[in-house]
């Protein structure tokens, strides 16, 4: 019995985990109640009282069974939920370890923490949880809770991370320091989750608006055994780079289409200069089969922190 059968539902996670943590500073008094009504809501929970374990939800509160989908709106909802779900509990017992409480207002807060059910002859059944406290009338009420199943430890997900490292200076945010130019260039370069991939999107500005905009992926190919890049614009043009290091220069191959169809080529070279800037240059540019002038050398440097 997963804990949010028992005290929440998954409903606003991704709320919950993503709201900013505003700097509100935790009031010993007010971080005082919430731990106690944790202390309230075991209490509760392990003499099998709905009635009680409601009283501690705001009147408006909302809990999704997260095993049927079923939803109770309000405490006495709420109340006959529990009771429902205490009578094919009998002996389990809750143990809560919260790790942190965090304001997100002065009536708002997120506390996160451990879960545990413990039933007799099995083994306990953990979960991690964040759980929305409001302040009504002095007194702090779970509105919201979300918790995830702790996850069994595995093995580490495979990651490109070990060929693509010598391309994590490109991290961060750039934009081209041609003060003079009515055109700008600004990019975004991310890891995505594992390290497998870099994401770069890019924004073509001029005179304060943008022309056009796209996200290029960059990633190791495991059957070629090389850094290959994938590049889609706003215009409807894409493309696909190799990439290859001499010296202290990348080199990407670039083949692609551009909105009407016709073929394009170029070879892109990038040179990272310092921690904070590096050159970009495109030669050897063609369309349909026409060649087009080599794009100059331009510095691109990394952006100041706001």
Known sequence: MRFSCLIGSALAC????????????????????????DEAYIAAYNKHDAKALAALWSPEAVYIDPDTGSEAVGREEIEKEFAATFAGLKDAKLEIKANAVKFLSPNVAVESGIARIIRPQEEPDESTYSALFVKREG???????S???????????????????????????????????????????????????L???FAVVVRDQVEMAGMQVIGWDPIAKQIRSW???????????????????WVIQQAGTVPDGRKSSAVNIIKQVDANS?????VQR???GDVLPDVEEITIVRKPAN
Request: aromatic fraction near 12%; hydrophobic fraction near 35%.
């Open 231 to 249: 590049v889609f614009d706003s215009d409807g043009g894409f493309a696909e780079g190799k990439w290859t290091r001499k010296g202290d220069r």
């Open 278 to 282: 590096f050159t970009w240059q495109t």
């Open 139 to 145: 007194k702090w009420l779970i509105d919201r809770v």
């Open 199 to 201: 994401t770069r999107s």
């Open 286 to 288: 063609s369309v349909g």
């Open 14 to 37: 991704s709320v919950i985990w993503q709201a900013p943590q505003l700097s509100w500073g935790s009031s010993a008094e007010d971080e005082a109640a919430i731990r106690k009504s």
């Open 147 to 197: 918790e995830e199943e702790t996850p069994v430890a595995t093995a580490p997900p495979p990651s490109s991370y070990e060929h693509l490292k010598d391309l994590e200076w490109m991290v961060g945010s750039w934009i081209d320091n041609d003060a003079d130019a009515q055109t700008t260039v600004q990019t975004d370069c991310n890891w995505t989750k594992n390290k497998n991939f």
